[in-house]
């Protein structure tokens, strides 16, 4: 399976967000699955894919030609695809994923953990996404989510599909028992409305 790791270009000032980074990485290649990612060497992008390298796991890199310039690229990758544009590469990466993960990081795996979200939400694919919610780093982001679902700008099933795991550990278990979720959907409203 592709998982698609979004992540941040940085570490972080807690030393568990790189531990995670080389555990999501080293157990992306255990289990036999291949690392899709932002395609740097630097920050938790480096580490995971490091990992995941390092554990005999396909790793496929996708990054704009701007950032090869500046020279945070990866070495040893399966697959480097290189983009013109942020846009493009999000949408290859998400072309590539079966699976989707964010680590902790910035703006740019806020952005793109939130189209996942979208996707989750008009049911276009995937069914379930993941936030390794290292040492409570999401919390303030999934209390949030549940304030749209207060609002009702968001469904709870909806919600329900996107899991904040604490531990490599714990999103193990939560993709192994991913066959008992595969059929479950929201009885919600038409996909026009659910658009926004």
Not at 24 to 39: K, M, P, Q, S, T
Not at 137 to 145: G, I, S, V
Request: charge should be negative; aromatic fraction near 8%.
């Amino acid at each position: 399976m592709n998982i698609t790791v979004y992540c941040g270009s940085n570490f972080g000032d807690d030393p568990l967000f790189e531990k995670a980074a080389r555990e999501l990485g080293a157990w992306i290649a255990r289990e036999g699955h291949a690392l899709v990612y932002g395609g740097s060497s630097v920050g938790l992008m480096g580490a995971v894919s490091r990992a995941a390298i390092e554990g005999g796991a396909p790793v496929i890199g996708v990054e704009p030609a701007f950032f090869i310039e500046a020279g945070v690229a990866q070495h040893d990758l399966t697959e480097l695809i290189v983009c013109d544009t942020m846009g493009e590469r999000k949408a290859k990466m998400i072309e590539l994923g079966e699976m989707f993960v964010a680590l902790p990081g910035g703006v740019g795996t806020l952005e793109e953990i939130s189209e996942i979200f979208t996707r989750v939400r008009l049911d276009m694919g995937p069914h379930e996404c993941f936030l390794l919610n290292v040492d409570g780093f999401y919390d303030p982001l999934r209390t949030f989510l549940a304030s749209m679902v207060d609002h009702g700008f968001f469904d709870q099933c909806d919600l329900d599909r996107c899991h904040f795991p604490r531990s490599v550990d714990e999103l193990a278990h939560l993709v192994r028992s991913a066959p008992q979720r595969a059929t479950l959907r929201c009885d919600g409203p038409l996909l026009a409305q659910k658009a926004g």
